[in-house]
């Protein structure tokens, strides 16, 4: 079982970069891709990016396509985020999780072991 932590949100204005962290516990978590989710008050969990086990794939919501850079550390059991250009409607506490599904989904029963999320607000 993987235990994920989330770091590195804060307050950014707009047009400005944050990177977020993904720290992970046990020793399978090279075994799994991995993905970025974000949540607003109100709404649903919606999918960010995800990043295949050996790092060899991406992919990305369009919203934050061009945008946001998903990356990993095997080595070091670390996900990262880097989030380039940031607007106000990227405000969100951001999630990473363990992808259980299919290559390619985007839904969040597919995913699992989620952390406890880090805030991120882009002030306008």
């Known amino acids: 079982q993987v235990q994920l932590v989330e770091s590195g949100g804060g307050l950014v204005q707009a047009g400005g970069s944050l990177r977020l962290s993904c720290a992970a516990s046990?020793?399978?978590?090279?075994?799994?891709?991995m993905g970025w989710f974000r949540q607003t008050p109100g709404k649903e969990r919606e999918f960010v990016a995800a990043?295949?086990?050996?790092?060899?794939?991406?992919y990305y919501a369009d919203s934050v396509k061009g945008r946001f850079t998903i990356s990993r550390d095997n080595a070091k059991n670390m996900l990262y985020l880097q989030m380039d250009s940031l607007k106000p409607e990227d405000t969100a506490v951001y999630f990473c999780?363990?992808?259980?599904?299919?290559?390619?989904?985007?839904?969040?029963?597919?995913?699992?072991?989620w952390g406890q999320g880090a805030q991120v607000t882009v002030s306008s």
């Open positions: 999780a363990t992808m259980r599904g299919a290559w390619g989904t985007t839904t969040t029963a597919d995913f699992a072991s």
């Open positions: 046990g020793r399978t978590f090279s075994m799994y891709s």
């Open positions: 990043i295949r086990w050996r790092a060899v794939s991406t």
